[in-house]
């Protein structure tokens, strides 16, 4: 035995977790329990996009979405089932869940009672973080004010009633899949906890608000540069111990301190070669472990192969146990900080505090966070144009990717194509569910329980007790969000594709005047309409291609996220677009494309070329083509100069010709 074994008792682990749900609740349910018989030791859940968005599954925008990137929970019956013989009391739930939070949360609490747990010992978190949301993954309703105030409203609530739960996990993960630097990631993160703070500040009495302060987590990233990483997350420590005292007056240590959880780097995960990614995700996991001052409490790993599709059980089970082994193989958790007095540690992590520093500053003379989105939206799209240009530069090397392309076939691509689908017939199982549940229930305490949630939101009162009492009377998802947006209003977030050219034009020469010769025979400029049919709000694919064609000089028309098929195929006949995009990241590509096709021909719009971009395989690319669409593209064309020259070429084949 070690001299540390001797000294002092080993830490003890991080929450084990796994970000997972699909097709149906009750799927969901069996998925849950077993990955806790593997050693799993907290749930977190991952919610389908009419359910992050606020409609049912038989709303006409869920549509092909229902269950494909989570579960569906579209009432109390769902969540019951979602939980069924797993007892609330004794789990840590995490709900990544945003414009919908007050509502799953008043639902768990609805189901935790039923089975008889006393509300002030749950334990978990609810991610209901608004802000982050109109940045980078777009599954908002409302505008930032009356988000901002839901927010606290859940805050306040859990303060007084579950006082174990961590009411807003501010999320920085997403801002780094957007392509925020680490200060990016920083200042835009704790930008969003002071905005926060700052709304819960005179809603609880003065002695109460450092405890307060003490439950607000954080959910972050770690991306494959781990130094870099791990000098963040000891960054964030310092940053958010020097807010809470300096700005919010926190004497105790304890409430001062940076709890977090995080999912390890999702965006370098890639197509090609994917078995590689075991490696990228083991590397990032050591950001968030290897440094005691900076450990996460809570990790979840994705798995190998998320850049194809969905995990199957095996699959998550595999990033589970490269937790376990971590944790329990290694002797990691024996030993206090590696990193204290390092000096290159040092120098790195008060950089990233500087530049943070510096950006907050600069947030706080725009107003704030809040007042800020337009600009922090801008510089995360600009960022990202960036990180791509090094990766087509070959300035940033990814294995298998732009260097050591070739590779012997991968023997973890079995038969199923190395992924999970879901049954299509799921979704109209899921539909009769649910209008058995509205026929089922009593309509009378319906409406009555959403007069009280309205009335309660116009009156500017707390909305979780109203909230938790429709939960019981059996009011849907769809029905709890209708009342939001009627009192609050809905909201288009900004897409921070500026109409003007970047100075970032080098290499686009050839391409540039390929689009002016194109333009001189079209007899005005090349119009490409971008668009993102359906509810998903992962933009930053749809953004760099907008970006991208603007600076080869296009005349691009992008109005952001969930559109439907029907507006985009008006908003082609009105701009007189000569090319189409599609981007799609959610799984449902297959009846979305198959609906704008149909009403392109419908609409004369025909001769038009329709191009898709997302996560497809290849079985789905090939009947896509024979869907009538032009081009396909997949994670794995990175390079979007070759992009920009097919859309020329699709659009004026004389440039085929001269090439």
Same mark, same amino acid.
Request: charged share 25%; glycine share 8%.
């Given at each position: ?349 008060? $950089?990233?505090? =500087?530049? %943070?520093?510096?950006?907050? &500053?600069?947030? +706080?003379?725009?107003?704030? *966070?809040? /007042? ?66 509205? $026929?089922?229930? =009593?309509? %009378?305490?319906?409406?009555? &329980?959403?007069? +009280?949630?309205?009335?309660? *939101?116009? /009156? ?158 290849d079985n789905d690319a090939a009947r896509l083509l024979e869907m009538g669409v032009a081009k396909v593209y997949t994670p794995k064309d990175f390079e979007l100069n070759a992009i920009m020259k097919d859309i020329v070429m699709l659009v004026d084949p004389k440039v085929a010709a001269a090439e």
């Open positions: 035995m070690t001299e540390t074994n001797k000294d002092r008792q080993a830490d003890r682990p991080w929450l084990f977790r796994t970000y997972a749900g699909h097709s149906t609740a009750k799927a969901s349910n069996a998925l849950y329990r077993s990955n806790l018989s593997k050693g799993q030791t907290g749930l977190s859940v991952a919610f389908d996009l009419p359910t992050q968005t606020g409609y049912d599954s038989d709303h006409i925008l869920a549509k092909g979405e229902v269950g494909k990137v989570g579960v569906p929970v579209c009432h109390l019956g769902d969540m019951r089932a979602l939980f069924d013989d797993i007892p609330l009391e004794q789990m840590n739930t995490s709900m990544t869940i945003n414009a919908t939070a007050p509502w799953l949360l008043s639902l768990y609490i609805a189901v935790a009672e039923e089975q008889g747990a006393d509300i002030s010992k749950l334990q978990g978190t609810v991610q209901n973080d608004l802000i982050k949301e109109y940045l980078s993954r777009g599954t908002y309703i409302c505008p930032p004010k009356p988000s901002l105030k839901m927010i606290a409203d859940v805050a306040e609530y859990c303060y007084s009633n579950v006082p174990k739960w961590n009411p807003m996990n501010v999320c920085s993960y997403h801002l780094q899949e957007a392509g925020a630097t680490p200060e990016q990631e920083l200042s835009f993160a704790l930008a969003t906890a002071q905005a926060v703070l700052d709304e819960l500040r005179p809603r609880v009495p003065e002695e109460d608000f450092p405890a307060m302060v003490g439950r607000i987590s954080f959910f972050v990233n770690a991306g494959i540069r781990f130094v870099t990483e791990m000098c963040k997350m000891r960054a964030f420590v310092d940053l958010w111990d020097e807010i809470c005292e300096k700005r919010y007056g926190v004497e105790n240590p304890k409430f001062r301190r940076f709890r977090y959880g995080v999912q390890v780097n999702s965006l370098g995960l890639t197509e090609q070669q994917p078995e590689n990614n075991v490696y990228r995700i083991l590397i990032e996991m050591l950001a968030v472990t290897l440094s005691k001052k900076a450990r996460a409490r809570a990790v979840q790993l994705p798995a190998w192969n998320e850049a194809l599709g969905l995990p199957r059980p095996w699959d998550q089970q595999w990033s589970l146990r490269m937790q376990q082994i971590m944790a329990y193989e290694t002797d990691l958790l024996e030993y206090e900080d590696l990193f204290d007095g390092n000096p290159a540690v040092d120098a790195k992590v008060e $950089a990233l505090k =500087d530049g %943070a520093r510096h950006e907050l &500053a600069n947030l +706080d003379s725009m107003g704030g *966070a809040v /007042a800020a989105i337009d600009y922090m939206k801008g510089r995360l799209v600009d960022s990202n144009a960036e990180r791509l240009n090094r990766i087509e530069k070959n300035e940033t090397i990814v294995v298998g990717v732009n260097k050591w392309t070739e590779g012997e076939p991968s023997p973890l691509m079995t038969g199923d194509g190395g992924i999970m689908t879901v049954d299509p017939a799921m979704e109209a199982d899921q539909v009769d569910r649910l209008q058995g549940w509205k $026929a089922d229930r =009593d309509q %009378a305490a319906v409406d009555k &329980a959403l007069a +009280d949630l309205r009335a309660a *939101a116009q /009156a500017g009162d707390n909305v979780m007790p109203a909230s938790i009492a429709a939960a019981k009377a059996g009011v849907t998802t769809g029905e709890w969000a209708a009342q939001m947006r009627a009192v609050f209003g809905e909201y288009r977030g900004p897409t921070g594709v500026s109409k003007s050219v970047s100075n970032k034009t080098e290499g686009l020469e050839d391409i540039r005047e390929a689009v002016n010769m194109a333009s001189d025979r079209l007899g005005r400029r090349l119009k490409f309409l971008v668009g993102k049919p359906g509810l998903d709000g992962h933009s930053n694919g749809a953004e760099q291609i907008a970006f991208r064609a603007r600076d080869c000089g296009m005349d691009i028309d992008y109005e952001g996220i969930r559109l439907t098929p029907e507006e985009l195929v008006k908003a082609a006949q009105e701009t007189r677009a000569h090319v189409v995009g599609l981007s799609i990241l959610s799984g449902s590509h297959m009846p979305l494309v198959e609906d704008l096709m149909d009403r392109m021909r419908g609409a004369g719009l025909g001769h038009i070329p329709v191009i898709v971009g997302g996560i497809i395989p």
